[in-house]
């Protein structure tokens, strides 16, 4: 009763307000007063917002102010080295890369290094000269008759429909100019990833977009075709990926064109899913024989898989399958759980997968114990944007390291959040033509190219100042974290290392491990 005596006095209230303007001003006033007259009136009778309906007209601010929360929060409150999951710091120093413009920072570092988890490398008092360091790396193991020299950065997954169009042009041309490989993601092999001509890496997920037949199975003639394209020099079998493992790729409907519809083999109007797990195969074994078949029908191409680590006992029984039939993948892609994607479950974002450094210690680990490391190179991804970033997960047992969202900023990303919305500002994770159009592909993909050149510099730098001449050799002795106030380790006491060929013979199977070890079968997935 108190409601409906309220609305009708603040509407008696109005009317008199709007004569008095009336009298005092004029009627054209009320071009101003009428459409806050109209939203009053909607607010006060709409009944999803308890806000609007309780304050009408001023509840707008509200709404107004959390639409620009994010950006408030990135410009005005946060500090440069406290924001998730690019602080300010690593973001400027990708666009200063990337424009190639002044990258030092003045009077010192603004880093706590007395702050549990500060990390640093043990320089050596007789550094390299940084052109004696070795920038590439060979990837393809004894079974592969196509290996292929590898810079140890490059562009990861991002499929086109999860960026745009443009995105994937400049991405491929700064690929091209500056001799890495630029990965497709799962949304299939685009015209946009060949014309410009740089190297591929033609990622195959679970919905085989790109690769399959009109009822979502893998096609082999179809995969066969698009592997022997020059521009693609390796294939990787995405099993699953650090932000959202198992549970399968989502492309929002708002992204789903009629082009990428094509490409993808998909319907209009539609989410786009990809299953959880693969159909072409079920067990570990059956996993090993279809990376041969891959490899075959790419005409000895590497070919690798991708995975974000979770059971042990699951990687252990790939390993198992590999020993059986002395089957070797040429790479094994590690994604960390802080890995980027369009769109993930707020649950599998933050709670589901295994953080890069752990996930890659244990494949190196697992590789080492099975006396397989010298046949299959690791490529990690997951928030890879630095050259100490690059130095850090090669002292942990990576090759190669890849970076997305890194490479994306190159673009003129800004992480302002909208990947999920098709709304993204600066042109790279939408579909939106009019938003595609400001990103300019003949100016950003030197921007792609300085940032990884710049970036690459930086990273051989690292490795002169340690006295190495060859990535490969970095150990984990060479870098140090403190863990506590007053305790300071090495990467080599803080994380487990196998023996070689620890794995096969029971008596030197590492104890923490055995449970994992003996009840992994290739013959399935517990």
Known sequence: MRRQWYLGFGLILLFFFLLLVMIHHGPWMLIFLVPLLLLWAYDVT????????????????????????PEIQQYFIADDVSERPFDRET????????????DTIPFGTERDIRAIGYEWILHSLRPVPVSHVEPRIMIGGPQCT???????????????????????LALNEGAKLGNFYHNTGEGGLSEYHLRPGGDITFQIGTAYFGCRDDHGNFDPEEFAKKAAYPQVKMIELKLSQGAKPSHGGILPAAKVTQEIAAIRKVKMGEDVFSPPA????????????FIQKLR??????????KLCMGR?????????????????PDF?????????????????????????????????????GIGARDKIKLICSGKVATGFDILT????????????????MSLGCIQSKQCNANTCPTGVATQDKRLMKGLVIKEKKHRVLNYHNLTMHAFLELIAAMGISNPSDIQPIHIKRRIAPDLIKTYAEIYDYFEEGCLLKPETIPIHYARHWLTASEKHFK
Do not use: W
């Open 46 to 69: 709409q009944t999803k917002h308890a806000i609007l309906r309780n304050f009408p007209v001023l509840g707008h601010i509200r709404f107004f102010l959390e639409f620009f929360r």
């Open 91 to 102: 973001r400027s120093i990708v666009y200063q890369r990337s424009k190639n413009i002044r």
């Open 146 to 168: 196509q290996p292929y020299s590898a810079s140890r950065l490059n562009i990861s997954a991002m499929s086109h429909g999860a960026i745009s169009a443009n995105a994937i």
């Open 278 to 289: 693969h159909t072409a195969f079920s067990t570990p074994e059956e996993l090993i024989l």
């Open 296 to 305: 075959e029908l790419s005409q000895g191409k590497p070919v690798g898989f």
């Open 312 to 328: 042990k006992t699951d990687f252990f029984a790939i390993c198992k399958a590999m020993l059986s039939t002395q089957i070797f």
């Open 332 to 368: 094994i892609n590690i994604d960390g759980a802080e890995g980027g994607t369009g769109a993930a479950p707020l649950e599998y974002a933050n709670h589901v997968g295994t953080p890069l450094d752990e996930g890659l210690n244990f494949a190196h680990n697992a590789l080492i």
């Open 393 to 408: 997960k090669m002292a942990l047992g990576a090759d190669v390291c890849n970076a997305a969202r890194s490479f994306m």
